[in-house]
């Protein structure tokens, strides 16, 4: 059974105190991987798509990197509007479209 | 480009009676989800349509929640009769192709 898994549950950060989130998968053939930003209130919001180990997309103070059992978020020098919750989910060749999401991480940034 | 648009925002009704969601999404995209996102939890995939036509409802309460998708377009979802379990952020999304779906703000329902 694809299974997306989502480390730590919440991250309180000082700003420009810098980290990583993690995303750990099984799935059945990895067809991409998705990071979405939620904030309060609100859908989720696309940030990256991930397809093979290696792969590396930045975007501001995010960067996201794949290999072939779990996936990072890394976030340098966050800023208190980078407070969000961070989704990671799957594409699987078993799954055709479907998107399985992780449960997030809960990310606190303070002045 | 205008985002996917879902109303209403917020409902609050009692258990065993029956709410719709509506959902209007970016122009040209052929595929629609429905996602249900109980607080604290991921969002889960309820029901996938291509087009006019179902793609995938496995994870969909079919004794309680339908669905339909007019000329391709625009899309509701009801639940009929709800329970307290129903309560959850009821999400839309679509896309053109299967890369980066693009989300509504949601339906908060809330069944006491």
């Known amino acids: 059974e694809d299974q997306v898994t989502q480390s730590p549950e919440a991250l309180r950060l000082q700003e420009g105190e810098s980290s990583s989130l993690n995303c750990s998968y099984t799935v059945s053939g990895l067809r991409g991987l998705f990071w979405y930003r939620q904030d309060p209130g609100k859908g989720p919001e696309f940030l990256f798509t991930?397809?093979?180990a290696g792969e590396e997309k930045e975007k501001e103070r995010l960067k996201a990197t794949l290999t072939k059992k779990e996936s990072f978020l890394h976030i340098t020098a966050p800023k208190p509007e980078d407070s969000a919750t961070y989704l990671c989910a799957v594409h699987s060749s078993y799954n055709t479209d479907k998107l399985i999401f992780g449960t997030g991480t809960r990310l606190q940034v303070f002045p | 480009e205008a985002g996917v648009a879902q109303s209403p925002r917020y409902k609050i009704i009692e258990k065993r009676q029956s709410v719709a969601f509506w959902c209007n999404p970016i122009?040209?995209?052929?595929?629609l989800y429905w996602y249900q996102q109980i607080l604290g939890q991921g969002p889960k995939l309820l029901i996938q349509?291509?087009?006019?036509?179902?793609?995938?409802d496995s994870q969909l309460p079919k004794d309680r929640f339908s669905a339909e998708r007019l000329k391709g377009v625009d899309s509701t979802l009801k639940i009929q009769p709800a329970k307290l379990e129903d309560s959850a952020v009821y999400l839309c999304a679509s896309s053109f192709l299967t890369d980066g779906y693009t989300f509504g703000s949601g339906t908060r329902l809330t069944v006491v």
């Open positions: 122009s040209g995209h052929a595929t």
């Open positions: 349509f291509q087009n006019n036509g179902v793609v995938d």
């Open positions: 991930l397809y093979s």
